[in-house]
């Protein structure tokens, strides 16, 4: 018998957890597919993560052989192409956070990216979504991204709000949400990330091996679809509300990190939710464009064959089953509305 598909996040921070973890709870992944003839579950979740953070480039593939792992979840797209120039073979199969809906709000007096030189910006932790998606246009308004700029780890967009206010740091990310308010007291909305990535931004993908893309095709498309079900009801607010914030709750009490175990829930009201970018159809767009700003800001040394890169058969596929199930109408029918409403 063929061993159990084994997947887990690449990254241990609780938010790369929860859609797994909703998954998991609600059966999307047995529904899906991942069971064997005994009716069993077919399948082992790998928690805590898999690569050192800011360190995945150097060590995801060695650590997928040495924990013979068949998926890797939330990996950065410019990882899998630089693992494929050192001759890895890991693929990308479907999308992770396809869109970047923060905001970039700046004390009172910065009015521009350009005044970000010299400055404190508040982030996650170095080198995180936040940084790469604010380094190209650092540069690009000639600002050096490495240089130029302070980036202050430990700052999650829920908690920053509070730092920006007090002086601490002098621009913070926010959701939509969050940046309203902070707009509403007169600090600068400097930059928002989704007006400048129409064609969404896959900031994190869903990544395969070479030999369970051969050898466990169905097995990977039944866990693309429990990912896939598993975005569509964290973001069908406000009756998932409840449920997700327990998962979040739990999985942070169970967090060996003190910083994760302290942050605020990323769900902390039912907007938080809706605006997690998910694909509704798991696929990652604008792959290319996302690429070709690694190379620019010096991530990856030049473009990767896409073609190469990127197995999208498998969740186009996924996504066309779990479309013609007469029990999901509703549900299909209500994240297509929140695409239309969020533009992702």
């Known amino acids: ?11 241990y921070h609780v938010l790369h ?28 979740i790998v928690r805590g993560g898999m690569a050192p953070f800011m360190f995945e480039k150097e060590t995801l ?19 899998v192409a630089y693992l494929q120039k050192q001759g890895h073979d890991l693929f990308i199969v479907a999308g992770w956070r396809n869109n970047h809906p923060n905001h970039v709000i700046a004390s009172k007096d910065i009015r521009s990216l350009e005044q970000l030189k010299g400055k ?47 002086g601490a740091i002098d621009a913070v990310f926010q959701d ?59 973001r069908k607010q406000p009756e998932n509300f409840n449920h997700c914030v327990q998962v979040e709750r739990r999985l942070r009490m169970e967090s060996p990190d003190l910083d994760e175990q302290r942050r605020k829930l990323t769900v902390g009201i ?16 604008n792959l290319e464009g996302y690429l070709q700003e690694a190379v620019e800001v010096g991530v990856i040394d030049e473009p990767p064959d896409m073609e190469k890169l990127a ?3 498998l969740v186009q596929q996924g996504f066309n089953e779990l479309e013609s199930r007469q029990d999901l109408k509703e549900d299909l029918a209500r994240i297509k509305r929140l695409v239309n409403k969020l533009g992702y």
């Open 176 to 234: 939509p949400t969050d940046a309203e308010a902070l707009r509403a007291e007169g600090f600068s909305d400097i930059f928002d990330a989704a007006a400048h990535y129409p064609k969404g931004r896959p900031d994190r993908v869903i990544v395969a091996t070479a030999r369970a893309l051969q050898e466990k095709p169905d097995k990977i498309k039944a866990c693309i679809k429990g990912m896939i079900q598993a975005y569509w009801y964290i």
């Open 17 to 44: 957890m929860i859609p797994i973890q909703v998954a998991h709870d609600m059966n999307f992944f047995y529904d899906g597919g991942l069971r064997d003839e005994d009716g069993k579950p077919d399948y082992e």
């Open 1 to 11: 018998m063929a061993k159990k598909l084994r997947f887990g996040p690449a990254c």
């Open 61 to 79: 593939a060695q650590r997928m052989k040495e924990l013979d792992m068949d998926i890797a979840m939330d990996v950065k797209p410019s990882t």
């Open 311 to 313: 197995q999208l058969k």
């Open 270 to 285: 039912p907007a938080h939710a809706e605006h997690l970018p998910f694909p509704y159809n798991g696929i990652p767009t």
């Open 120 to 166: 404190r910006v508040g982030v996650i932790d170095l080198d995180d979504i936040l940084v790469t998606v604010l380094r190209p246009w650092l540069k690009r308004a000639g600002v050096d991204p490495y240089n130029d700029v302070e980036w202050v780890r430990g700052n999650a967009p829920r908690d920053a709000g509070s730092k920006l206010r007090s």
